[in-house]
C-alpha cells in the first residue's frame, strides 16, 4: 500500500475485532467467528473504513497528514448496537424499586398505578426541552459502555399528542450526532388511565389516529406493541402491526415476556423484524422464529432488575438456528441500565453464551435486526466508522470484568464523541 489518503489511523490495537463476514446476520457456529486483526489497523476518510489490516501492512503508508489515534495496545470494537431501548422518559421510579426489595411484586405495584402508567403521567407533563436533556444525559451513559447505536420506542405517552412528543425527540436526539437513533412507534405499550377497561376503543386510536400521524410525519421507522393476554391479546397486536405495516413501517413485538408462545408466533405469522423478550417461549416458539427467520431480541437485564430467575433459553434458540440479538432495554422501570457491557456479564453468566457469542449479538446481529447491517455493526470497509476503544487486552475481558464501563475513546463516523475523562 502507498500513501493512501486518509482523515484517520487507528494504530497500536491489542485486538482489532472487526466481525467482517457474510452480509447477514450470524447463526450458530459463525457468532463465535470474530475476525480478530492482532495488532491491527484502520484507516477511516470521510466517515467511513476505507482500510482495515495488520498495523505492519498499513502504516507504512500512511501520508503525513494523517491523523493518527493510537489504541495503546487495547481491544477495539465496533460500536455496539442496542437493539432495544425506551431511552426518553421522564422522572425514574426508584421508589418502586425500594417496594420490590420489601416484597411488593411488578404486578402489585402496576395495578396499584404504578409501573409503565407512572412513568406516563411524568412524560406526558415534561416538555421537549426537559425530554431532550434527560435523553441526553442517558446517551452520555451508552456511550460510556461503547455504544453507538440505539433504537428507541415512544410509548411513554400513550396519546397522539405525547407520542408525538417523544418521537420528536428521539429524532432530535438522533440530530445531536451522538448517538444514532432507530425510532419505533409503541402507542401499544400498555392501556393509558382515561381507556382502563376500553381497550378496544385504544386500539382504534392507535390504528386510525395515531400510527396514520407518525408515518404522515415519517417519525418512526418501527411499530411494536406489548403483546400479552392481559394488555394487547393476539387479535389486538395482530391489528396495529398489520396496520403499520400497511403504512410501511416494520414490526416488532415485545412477546413472551410472561405468557409462553402466542408473541412468538404472532411475531412468525407477520414476518416481524424481532420478537423481544421470549422468557417464555417453548421449543414451537423458537421453530416459528426460524422458519419464519424473525430474529430474538434478549434482555437479560430486565430478568436480573425484577429479581426474575426465568432467563430466555439463549443456547436452544441457537441450536434452532436463530440469530439472536442481545439489548439492554434500557428503562425507568425493569431495566434502568444503559451498559452493554453489563448485558455481556449477564449473557454469558446466566444465558450461557460465549463472551464472543454475546459481543456479536450486540453488534453485527443488533445491526441487521434494525435494517443498518449493510452500514454497521461491523468494522468492514465501506461501513461507517463507528467504533470503541476499550480499556483492556482482550475483548473477554469486557464481560469478565463487570461493573465498569471499559470505554476509553468512542468515535462515530471516525469522530470522536466520547472520551473518558483520565485524571
Not at 469478565?400 to 464523541?417: D, H, K, M, N
Amino acid at each position: 500500500m502507498r500513501h493512501i489518503k486518509s482523515d484517520l489511523a487507528l494504530l497500536n490495537c491489542s485486538q482489532l475485532v472487526t466481525l467482517a463476514g457474510p452480509a447477514r446476520a450470524r447463526t450458530g457456529a459463525e457468532l463465535r467467528e470474530l475476525a480478530i486483526i492482532p495488532d491491527g489497523a484502520m484507516l477511516v476518510r470521510d466517515g467511513r473504513i476505507a482500510v482495515i489490516g495488520p498495523r505492519a501492512a498499513i502504516e507504512p503508508g500512511l501520508s503525513r497528514d494523517t491523523k493518527i489515534v493510537d489504541a495503546g495496545g487495547r481491544v477495539v470494537l465496533p460500536g455496539f448496537v442496542d437493539a432495544h431501548t425506551h431511552a426518553v422518559f421522564a422522572g425514574n421510579r426508584a421508589d418502586e424499586f425500594e417496594r420490590r426489595a420489601l416484597g411488593a411484586t411488578y404486578a402489585e405495584i402496576a395495578a396499584a398505578g404504578g409501573g409503565i402508567r407512572s412513568t406516563v403521567r411524568h412524560t406526558r407533563e415534561a416538555s421537549e426541552d426537559d425530554l431532550l436533556d434527560a435523553a441526553r444525559r442517558y446517551a452520555r451513559w451508552f456511550l460510556a459502555g461503547g455504544t453507538t447505536t440505539i433504537e428507541v420506542k415512544s410509548g411513554y405517552g400513550l396519546s397522539l399528542a405525547a407520542e408525538l412528543k417523544i418521537l420528536r425527540v428521539i429524532r432530535a436526539l438522533g440530530a445531536s450526532g451522538l448517538l444514532r437513533t432507530v425510532p419505533t412507534f409503541l402507542g401499544a405499550h400498555e392501556i393509558p388511565d382515561e381507556y382502563r377497561g376500553r381497550t378496544g376503543e385504544y386500539v382504534r386510536l392507535v390504528i386510525d389516529e395515531m400510527l396514520p400521524r407518525v408515518a404522515e410525519k415519517k417519525l418512526a421507522d418501527y411499530c411494536d406493541v406489548f403483546c400479552e393476554p392481559h394488555i394487547f391479546d393476539v387479535p389486538n397486536a395482530r391489528a396495529i402491526l398489520r396496520a403499520a405495516q400497511a403504512l410501511g413501517l416494520g414490526a416488532r413485538i415485545h412477546a413472551d415476556q410472561f405468557s409462553p408462545d402466542a408473541g412468538a408466533l404472532l411475531a412468525a405469522e407477520i414476518g416481524a423484524a424481532t420478537a423481544d423478550h421470549l422468557e417464555s417461549t417453548t421449543a414451537a416458539g423458537f421453530a416459528a422464529l426460524a422458519r419464519a427467520c424473525v430474529q430474538p431480541v434478549l434482555l437479560p437485564a430486565s430478568v436480573y432488575h425484577l429479581g426474575s430467575t426465568r432467563y430466555p433459553a439463549a443456547r436452544a434458540m441457537i441450536e434452532a438456528g436463530l440469530a439472536i440479538v442481545l439489548a439492554t432495554d434500557f428503562n425507568p422501570g425493569s431495566s434502568p441500565t444503559a451498559s452493554m457491557p453489563m448485558v455481556l456479564s449477564l449473557a454469558s453468566t446466566q444465558l450461557h453464551l460465549t463472551p464472543a457469542e454475546s459481543i456479536a449479538a450486540a453488534t453485527i446481529n443488533a445491526a441487521y435486526s434494525l435494517g443498518r447491517g449493510g452500514e454497521i455493526g461491523s468494522l468492514e470497509p465501506g461501513k461507517f466508522a463507528d467504533f470503541a476503544i476499550h480499556d483492556c487486552a482482550d475483548y473477554r475481558e469486557l464481560a469478565y470484568f463487570f461493573g465498569r464501563e471499559p470505554a476509553l475513546a468512542v468515535y462515530s463516523a471516525g469522530t470522536c464523541v466520547y472520551q473518558r475523562e483520565t485524571n
